[in-house]
């Protein structure tokens, strides 16, 4: 193997490690408890899950998806974090190598995966992640100096002020909460890292994604959906998207509305 494949290996096991972190703040955050102690049991029975039945993924698969005490299920979903929160960090390493811009977004994509889930259990989005992150990234935008600390506080304003508007707009027009607050906290933080230009793609992306996930649920159910979509996992996935090819999907963007005209 070449140095390079060895860090990659390194990187997506250290990665998959944090998501297994990830999954604690998933469940714990919500619930107000603790994300340090006590350590992980099993929750059927309560037993400490031991450190060799906790290695991320692989645990799962040699347990075959059962506890080792009572062999209750256990959640895919623990396993499934745990994979995405380390093809994250590999990903990253691969675009933006062993920098310090790869450390700040994979803090960035590990709060945005917590948020994601916790929004699709819960529809809620922890003040602790959305307000806290707000100063957090944009002092670490800052520091990287990839986002203009201008355009950032700038993206703040945009993310959190248009979301806003949407939510007030809705409630004037419909007399209900359509848009939730955390939804606005959440743009703002993004905002704050990625800027004004990030914004404006995360809300196309997250508008068109949402907008085809929404139809395709209400066909699937015969027009009957009755569940409120949470907005907050494609505010996620349209940051992941820019992170990773923004720019380039805005020029590609830009390109295609040019050679139309
Ligand atoms: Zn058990």
């Known amino acids: 193997m070449s140095p390079n494949q060895i860090m990659s290996l390194f990187?997506?096991?250290?990665?998959?490690?944090v998501g297994s972190f990830l999954n604690v703040c998933i469940y714990r955050l919500p619930a107000g408890l603790s994300i340090a102690y006590p350590p992980s049991a099993c929750p059927q029975c309560r037993q400490p899950i031991r450190f060799f039945d906790n290695i991320p993924v692989l645990s799962y698969l040699?347990?075959?998806?059962?506890?080792?005490?009572?062999?209750a299920a256990i959640a895919l979903r623990y396993p499934l974090?745990?994979?995405?929160?380390?093809?994250?960090?590999?990903?990253?390493?691969?675009?933006?190598g062993l920098t310090a811009a790869t450390l700040v977004y994979f803090l960035f994509v590990a709060v945005l995966i917590v948020?994601?889930?916790?929004?699709?259990?819960?529809?809620?989005?922890?003040?602790?992640?959305s307000l806290t992150g707000i100063p957090i990234f944009f002092l670490a935008g800052g520091w990287l100096a990839e986002?203009?600390?201008t355009?950032?506080?700038?993206?703040?304003l945009a993310g959190g002020g248009s979301l806003l508007l949407v939510a007030l707009g809705y409630r004037l027009i419909t007399g209900k909460d359509g848009m939730g607050m955390g939804d606005v906290k959440l743009l703002a933080m993004i905002g704050a890292l990625i800027g004004w230009r990030g914004v404006l793609f995360t809300l196309f992306f997250s508008s068109v994604s949402g907008t085809l996930v929404g139809l395709f649920l209400m066909v699937r159910s015969g027009g009957s959906l009755k569940t409120k979509l949470p907005f907050g996992p494609?505010?996620?996935l349209g940051a992941i998207a820019y992170i990773f090819y923004g720019p380039e999907l805005i020029d590609?963007?830009?390109g295609l509305t040019v050679s139309l005209r």
Do not use: K, M, S
């Open 11 to 17: 990187v997506l096991l250290g990665g998959a490690c």
């Open 62 to 71: 040699l347990l075959r998806g059962r506890c080792r005490n009572c062999r």
């Open 81 to 96: 974090v745990e994979l995405i929160t380390g093809l994250a960090a590999l990903a990253l390493f691969l675009r933006y």
């Open 115 to 129: 948020i994601t889930f916790i929004d699709i259990d819960h529809q809620i989005i922890p003040d602790v992640l």
């Open 147 to 149: 986002t203009v600390w």
């Open 151 to 156: 355009e950032a506080l700038i993206g703040i």
């Open 234 to 236: 494609f505010l996620a």
């Open 252 to 254: 590609a963007y830009l």
